[in-house]
T-cell receptor, first 116, second 113 residues
């Protein structure tokens, strides 16, 4: 059972426009969410994260929104650039109380293509 | 340069022939983890280690072993590889308490015939 789902395998946007990547999760115990970017032949790189105590986190052109009631998060990239073309993975973890379980669950990934 | 190094990067082997994929990090990170990436399934966690001599199963540990005798190294062992272990493998590390913000290696593409 896929606890973290990215239902759109691919997304194509024009340079300068907004890219919105979506992610849904089923486990209400998840309290920390992350986005990773992956270029071909490279390992994923950390992009941005959000804790469940927040509903928005911003870092430059990248903003992550969290809707806990809907168990949904999204990554907005504004403005999109051709160099943003990559596979984007969302990930989630639960850390009950003060313990740190170390388990991180990834979605299937969405391939973003930004056209010049 | 801060990095996670995996070896080999590419390997073709046959069913049943034991192999080890090494992983080393130079950032003094406490946390290390192994993932496999398969089409349509994303990244799935195999094993992780919160610190030296502390390891635990991820979501898909069957057929794999790990050890963490030193902080910097976290090898992945396939005692008897099978074709369903053909995959792209990633090792990752992070500081304690920030285990989600991982530094990944470049990946090891393994083919089991």
């Amino acid at each position: 059972d896929q606890q973290v789902k990215q239902n759109s395998p691919s997304l194509s946007v024009q340079e300068g426009r907004i890219s919105i990547l979506n992610c849904d999760y089923t486990n209400s115990m998840f309290d920390y969410f992350l986005w990773y970017k992956k270029y071909p032949a490279e390992g994923p790189t950390f992009l941005i994260s959000i804790s469940s105590i927040k509903d928005k986190n911003e870092d430059g052109r990248f903003t992550v929104f969290l809707n806990k009631s809907a168990k949904h998060l999204s990554l907005h990239i504004v403005p999109s650039q051709p160099g943003d073309s990559a596979v984007y993975f969302c990930a989630a973890s639960d850390s009950p109380g003060s313990s740190n379980t170390g388990k991180l669950i990834f979605g299937q990934g969405t391939t973003l293509q930004v056209k010049p | 340069e801060a990095q996670v190094t995996q070896n080999p990067r590419y390997l073709i082997t046959v069913t049943g022939k034991k192999l080890t994929v090494t992983c080393s990090q130079n950032m003094n990170h406490e946390y290390m983890s192994w993932y496999r990436q398969d089409p349509g399934l994303g990244l799935r966690q195999i094993y992780y280690s919160m610190n030296v001599e502390v390891t635990d199963k991820g979501d898909v540990p069957e057929g794999y072993k790990v050890s963490r005798k030193e902080k910097r190294n976290f090898p992945l062992i396939l005692e008897s590889p099978s074709p369903n272990q053909t995959s792209l493998y990633f090792c990752a590390s992070s500081r304690a308490g920030l285990y989600g913000e991982l530094f990944f290696g470049e990946g090891s593409r393994l083919t089991v015939l």
